[in-house]
């Protein structure tokens, strides 16, 4: 391999590619239409700019898409998380709203126990169907996806919970060194979940359970516990970004809170160029997806577009990146003298996670 | 004998890929009424004919006609409709659907519109009387076995008005009535004045059903026969076109082992699956299983492996009973299972060669206890130079690589954990000779070092060239256990097979 | 002939009610959901408590058809809601600008709804991308539409919408229907003969049942898969004008999870949403059920909204335990 034109075409065929430019475009725009989109700033001993808050506001979406991207890893899907995020703020809200001082640190420490606790069963229930039951994933969390938001309510009573506590508002509103401390968590939360599957091999094993679920059983992976795990990771995922979206509002709306972030998470994923079907899978492209849908909604506040259109564009982008990802359509916009090969693939693309 | 005029007639062919010529001038006719045997290794370009042939691929030169006419189909549907239908060695029909609406989907009988329903099913079963295949033509497809719903698939072949009939491996996964089955139908075919191109690793099927082959070495033209006058041994000798001396080394028989037994099974059964058998494994020795696909040789090695949850009887290894649910469990116990089904249950496709062949270490190591980047890549390294895998490169993705350096990846996958007992399915089907070759002698070689191995094989001088035993199954039952001695013969067997062991 | 004994023979003849099995436990579920209710409350029993039922529910009966021949060919489709949201919000907005006489603006209000569905279809065909995230993708094209035309309800005073929406059609004993249950029982109809006996309905199954066979044995999946989406939006535009109907209003947050609650409907109905086995009679059902649970927690008065979330959620869970079974027995 040698010349600029493999080179060229290495890079632009790395899996990571179009998602970058995608994000760098929309930041540029900002630059153009905004003075000083790029600047952050120290005030009052926190961090301010338009990137950081991108980041902050972000971070619950970057949670919940962590989460997401090894359940769709193993070759499943996970769309209960908006309702776990909701039953989980709620229940922390309930806790603490029942407290005698809402800001003693016990207090909201034992709410946030609580909170993140019933989100490791909700996703360890899943876990459970999946992989004992051997229900389909899509079919096994739409359960809690409608009975979670009824959950919700039920824990909420259908009311809005409103809290005044200091130290639950820090962890979706406050800062920590300058820094937002959602970001922080979040942080955190990536490194972790790096940790356990690039530097230990939980990584390994979740590609071959999703690239194969026969096979990885065959080869000795326990893949009913590894099921269990990732789902109940997910779902404490989405407890954290569920108590961070409750934080920074100081209240719990059982019926609103974290309404459609599976959608976004998934399309999160999906953009970071891991596919639905399960296998390989990218947490830096992740990032850079649950990025993209944050800058799209920020530039349609920047650029003054009524907010009710976000969805327009998040259409739009999510057209344009999975079209861009599709090797078919590249196929046809790109090369379109080089007719793809049909080579009749093997008939069994229904593969079925057994108990 | 005058021939009649050639229905397909393909000269100079060539077919090139990125960095492969696939096809270089090769010559092939295909006369009706006959069975014509397409012969060759992998890789020979049995496939890419086929495919060059049904418009699958387009031509890079040469020309192709049907019935004197040029032709050059845009893909098998066109093929199709001038005459040539394929049916794959996977069933490529919709289970989901009854099997009278799986020969007629696509052309059903209509009045205005509306489909007919007893008028299709009246002709399906007018067909499967034709082709005497026993059917409910309303019955779901799936409720039948692989090999009826292959018969379904040329009943729908033909009945589109077929000239020319291309069975790709047709018979791989069926047992030898519905082999005998199959090939009543491809006669009375051949009666109707059908050409039907066949294509089958079994040697001895070819020479009960073929009236010419072609074969093809490395892309290329070796020559154009008929079956009868040439002899098996000079047809191995084109396809491979070397000496057979790498297989005729390993004729002569493995001395019996006497060690301590390593495994034994005490009346291990599962419903369904293989009747209550017992079976004594020592180390170092070399079990074969023989029997007919469907036999319930699979099904036996999965229990011993724990791939399926035995309903009866124990299992002891070292003189202590276990319980093997998972095959976690029989992995801890040292025993690995290579399935047969190499893409479905063996490979993990988007993952690379290094990644699949440290699969099962991690695994049974677990997720919290990596193996080091070194630790891997000196394993991967050792067992890809002594397998021989070609390319050696472990970063490659694992559905680049051929067949039978695909099954080497997957054997290393086991040898790494170094078992003590290797369960082997079926571990040469559908690899050319020379990686069949290797296999068999790692074989011999591990079961030299103490590995005991339990060896499933389709082909019976396979298993008695490397068993010191041999166990026979029948009908899901372990019908005879029997010593690898001077009187075993491959006759004997296949008397064994057929008595049941009665005699 | 030997085979005629087989075990494979001997376990078929067995399982042929096997496929209606689902169906029939909707149906069991259904009479004994209205007989539970018969004993509980007074004044349950009666054909109008059921007729409600449908005409309560005419949109989604007939979104939740569109749904089936999207589900059958394995695929899914979440735009549905978010269609039928932006029908009622056209419909409204044309009817309100006054140059738009009612009948034009159905034509062309089930015409987008069917281009949108097309549209979706072929570029999950042709592109080779999940339904899920194109329809994902058409969701929230739909809904942002609807904003683009206004945040607000605009309600409806057309007299040909409001006197379909008002029109009583008196059945006998003193019960009656609305015209939209009258028109979801056609496209039910409708829907189950193209299903049952058109090369459009069987090449739906045979796509579910195998896309890569399907292919190979000539059928047209790229015209098959692209029409079930078209089916699909052109049944979210019609239930949006049902919606529109009974609502008598255009919102952009009307049918706000109506695509969940159509999945839902399809699968307690016995579809698997791997495609290639169910029947629109289940659908039908489904939706009765759903229908039913509503009408149970509103003749309870006590309970709040949030349960019928929560009773959902468990009939899915059971609905789905139970296909689990059949499917694993017949292994």
């Known amino acids: ?355 | 004998m005058a021939q009649p005029a050639p229905i397909v007639r393909m000269r100079g062919i060539g077919k090139q890929f990125p960095g492969v010529v696939a096809l270089d001038g090769v010559d092939f006719r295909l006369l009706p009424g006959e069975v014509h045997a397409l012969m060759g290794e992998n890789g020979a370009g049995k496939s890419t004919l086929i495919k060059v042939l049904t418009g699958v691929y387009g031509i890079d030169a040469g020309s192709i006609e049907l019935e004197g006419r040029p032709v050059a189909f845009s893909g098998p549907l066109e093929a199709q409709r001038a005459g040539i239908s394929t049916v794959y060695q996977e069933v490529n029909l919709c289970t989901n659907l009854s099997v009278a609406e799986n020969v007629f989907i696509g052309r059903e009988p209509r009045r205005l519109g509306r489909i007919r329903w007893r008028e299709m099913r009246r002709r399906a079963a007018a067909l499967m009387a034709r082709l005497e295949i026993d059917v409910d033509v309303t019955a779901p497809l799936s409720s039948y076995s692989l090999a009826v719903q292959q018969m379904v698939a040329i009943a729908r072949a033909v009945d589109v008005d077929a000239k020319v009939l291309i069975l790709d491996e047709p018979t791989s996964s069926l047992d030898a009535g519905e082999v005998a089955q199959l090939f009543r139908i491809m006669r009375r075919l051949k009666g109707e004045g059908i050409a039907i191109l066949f294509v089958s690793h079994f040697l001895d099927q070819v020479y009960e059903i073929a009236d010419r082959m072609t074969v093809l070495r490395n892309g290329r033209l070796v020559g154009e026969y008929r079956t009868a006058e040439l002899p098996q041994v000079e047809l191995v000798a084109k396809m491979i076109g070397r000496e057979l001396a790498d297989l005729e080394r390993l004729e002569e028989r493995p001395p019996a082992r006497e060690g301590a037994p390593l495994l034994e099974a005490r009346e291990l059964g599962r419903a369904g699956a293989i009747e209550p058998f017992t079976l004594t494994i020592r180390r170092g020795e070399v079990v074969g299983l023989a029997g007919l696909l469907g036999s319930g040789r699979t099904e036996a090695a999965r229990l011993l492996f724990g791939a399926d949850r035995a309903g009866t009887g124990t299992l002891t290894v070292d003189g202590r009973q276990v319980a093997l649910r998972t095959p976690r469990a029989a992995v801890r116990h040292k025993i690995a299972f290579c399935s047969e089904n190499r893409r479905a249950e063996g490979l993990i496709p988007g993952l690379t060669v290094r990644e699949n062949l440290i699969l099962a270490l991690q695994a049974a190591r677990g997720w919290t206890r990596p193996l080091s980047r070194r630790r891997q890549e000196e394993l991967v390294g050792r067992y890809v130079a002594a397998l021989n895998i070609r390319p050696a490169d472990p970063d490659q993705l694992i559905e680049n690589l051929s067949g039978g350096n695909q099954q080497k990846v997957m054997l290393a996958r086991w040898l790494i954990l170094q078992p003590r007992l290797l369960i082997l399915d079926e571990p040469t089907r559908g690899i050319d000779v020379g990686a069949k070759a290797e296999i068999q002698r790692l074989v011999a070689e591990l079961s030299d070092d103490g590995m005991a191995v339990l060896f499933i094989s389709a082909e019976l001088e396979e298993v008695l060239r490397l068993s010191h035993r041999v166990g026979v199954l029948r009908d899901r039952r372990l019908v005879a256990a029997l010593d690898n001695d001077d009187e075993l013969t491959t006759e004997a067997l296949m008397e064994t097979i057929a008595s049941g062991g009665r005699a | 002939m030997m085979a005629a004994f087989s075990p494979a023979v001997l376990a078929r003849r067995a399982a042929v009610p096997r496929k209606y099995v689902p169906v029939l436990v909707t149906a069991c579920l259904f009479a004994a959901m209205f007989a539970a209710g018969g004993v509980r409350y007074e004044g349950f029993v009666t054909g109008q408590v059921v007729l409600n039922v449908f005409i309560d529910n005419a949109f989604l009966l007939v979104v939740a058809v569109g749904m089936t021949f999207v589900i059958l060919t394995g695929g899914i489709d979440l735009s549905v809601g978010s269609v039928v949201a932006l029908s009622t919000m056209i419909s409204a907005s044309l009817l309100a600008g006054g140059s738009w006489p009612a009948p034009a603006v159905m034509v062309l209000v089930l015409a987008i709804g069917t281009v949108l569905g097309l549209a979706m279809g072929a570029i999950i065909h042709y592109f080779e991308i999940q339904p899920f995230i194109v329809t994902l993708a058409g969701m929230f094209l739909a809904r942002g539409l609807c904003y683009t035309i206004g945040t607000e309800s605009i309600s409806i005073t057309d007299p040909t919408f409001t006197a379909l929406a008002q029109t009583r059609i008196d059945l006998f004993a003193e019960m009656w229907i609305s015209p939209s249950v009258l028109i979801g029982l056609v496209v039910v109809l409708a829907a189950a003969y193209v299903l049952h006996y058109t090369r459009l309905g069987r090449n739906v199954y045979a796509v579910g049942g195998g896309e890569q066979s399907a292919l190979l044995m000539g059928l047209p999946v790229a015209r098959t898969k692209i029409a079930v989406y078209g089916i699909s939006g052109f049944c979210s535009a019609l239930g949006g004008l049902l919606l529109s109907f009974y609502m008598l209003s255009g919102y952009g947050l009307h049918a706000v999870g109506m695509e969940l609650d159509a999945i839902a409907a399809v699968v307690i109905g016995g579809t698997l949403l791997t495609g290639g086995s169910g029947y629109l009679l289940g659908t039908v059902l489904g939706v009765l059920v759903l229908g039913l649970i509503q009408t149970i927690i509103s003749f309870e008065g006590t309970l709040s909204s949030w349960w019928t979330k929560i009773f959902i959620g468990l009939l899915l869970f059971a609905f789905i335990l139970l296909q689990r079974l059949i499917s694993g027995r017949s292994k």
């Open chain 1, 1 to 355: 391999m040698t010349g600029t034109v493999p080179l060229a075409r290495r890079i632009t065929g790395h899996r990571l590619f179009w998602p970058a430019v995608v994000l760098a475009g929309l930041l540029l725009l900002n630059l153009a239409l905004t003075d000083g989109f790029f600047s952050v700033e120290i005030k009052d001993g926190h961090l301010y700019g338009s990137l950081v808050d991108i980041a902050r506001f972000g971070a619950p979406l970057i949670l919940v898409a962590l989460g997401m991207t090894l359940v769709i890893a193993t070759g499943g899907i996970d769309l209960s998380v908006g309702s776990v995020v909701a039953i989980s703020g709620a229940l922390a809200c309930l806790s603490i709203s029942g407290l005698e001082d809402q800001n003693s640190v016990t207090g909201v420490l034992t709410a946030v126990g609580l909170a993140l606790g019933l989100a490791l069963v909700l996703g360890a229930w899943n876990g459970m169907l999946v992989a004992v039951a051997g229900i389909q994933p899509i079919v096994a969390t739409l359960i809690l996806m409608v009975a979670g938001r009824g959950l919700a309510q039920l824990i909420t009573d259908g009311q809005i919970i409103t809290i005044n506590s200091a130290p639950y508002k820090l962890i979706g509103g406050g800062y920590w060194l300058t820094l937002p401390f959602g970001v922080l968590i979040a942080a955190l939360l990536l490194a972790l979940t790096a940790f356990l599957t690039r530097r230990l091999a939980l990584g390994l094993l979740i590609e071959a359970v999703g690239g194969n679920a026969e096979a990885g059983r065959l080869s000795g992976v326990n893949a009913r516990g590894l099921l269990i795990t990732v789902y109940a990771f997910c779902a404490l995922c989405a407890g954290i970004a569920g108590l961070m979206i409750s934080s920074n509002v100081s209240s719990a709306d059982g019926n609103n809170a974290g309404l459609w972030i599976e959608l976004d998470a998934i399309l999160a994923v999906v953009i970071g160029g891991t596919a639905l079907t399960g296998g390989r899978f990218s947490l830096g492209g992740t990032i850079l997806g649950a990025l993209i849908i944050q800058t799209l909604t920020t530039t349609i506040y920047t650029i003054g577009v009524p907010p009710e259109t976000t969805l327009l564009f998040k259409a739009l982008v999510v057209t344009v990146v999975c079209l861009l990802q599709s090797p078919a359509f590249r196929a046809r916009a790109f090369h379109r003298r080089r007719r793809p090969a049909a080579t009749p693939a093997p008939a069994d693309e229904k593969v079925e996670v057994r108990a």
